[in-house]
Each structure stands twice: as structure tokens, then as C-alpha cells.
């Protein structure tokens, strides 16, 4: 079975323990940038949950696992807020997917 992790700063993560997420509480880009990639190539992890200001962050390494089945990288919003980065990614990956938009209908 495939393990679900989440990265970001301490007050954005901290609850998703209770849900049987493993949390990695990361605020440096370089640390966080090592942690992805140790999860996502060896970790046993399905799903990678970060923060959308620590995404921001580490975009270039991000992109590397786009592409791939698994892990699953998704953005989520922090304590600071919704910056809109995480449902321009699964809008992205949708129109990769279904060849259009159908999420906002924008021509």
C-alpha cells in the first residue's frame, strides 16, 4: 500500500497527521527540493501533498514528477492562503489528460 506524505510549514500541515498523512515539516527550498525527491523515488509514497508557497518555491523539481504515474504531486493551500497555484495545476493536468478545458470552459 502506497503512503501519502505532505510538506510544508509547521501551521499548514500539522492537522493532516490525523487523517494517517505523514507530515514533513520543511520551510527551506534546498531541504524541501531533497525531501521530494527522496520520497518520490524510493519512499513507498503515492501521493506527495505540498504547500502552495512552499511549491512555489521548488517549481523546477516539482516539474520533474509531472509527467510521471506515481507519485502524484498535489499543491494545496497554506495557512497564508489560496495563491490559485494548485487548481491551475490540476487544470493543467486535465487538459494534458482530456485535450481540453473543461474545468473553466476558457478558449
Do not use: C, H, W
Amino acid at each position: 500500500m502506497y503512503k501519502i506524505a505532505v510538506m510544508g510549514d509547521q501551521d499548514s500541515i500539522y492537522g493532516f497527521a490525523a487523517l494517517g498523512m505523514i507530515p514533513f515539516s520543511i520551510t527551506d527550498p534546498q531541504a524541501a527540493e531533497r525531501k521530494l525527491r527522496e520520497l518520490a523515488e524510493g519512499g513507498g509514497y503515492g501521493v506527495i501533498f505540498i504547500t502552495e508557497g512552499l511549491a512555489a518555491r521548488i517549481e523546477p523539481e516539482i516539474e520533474r514528477y509531472r509527467e510521471a504515474g506515481l507519485p502524484a504531486v498535489i499543491l494545496i493551500p497554506g495557512v497564508s492562503g489560496n495563491t490559485g497555484r494548485g487548481i491551475m495545476a490540476v487544470k493543467k493536468s486535465v487538459e494534458q489528460a482530456v485535450g481540453s478545458d473543461i474545468i473553466f470552459n476558457e478558449k
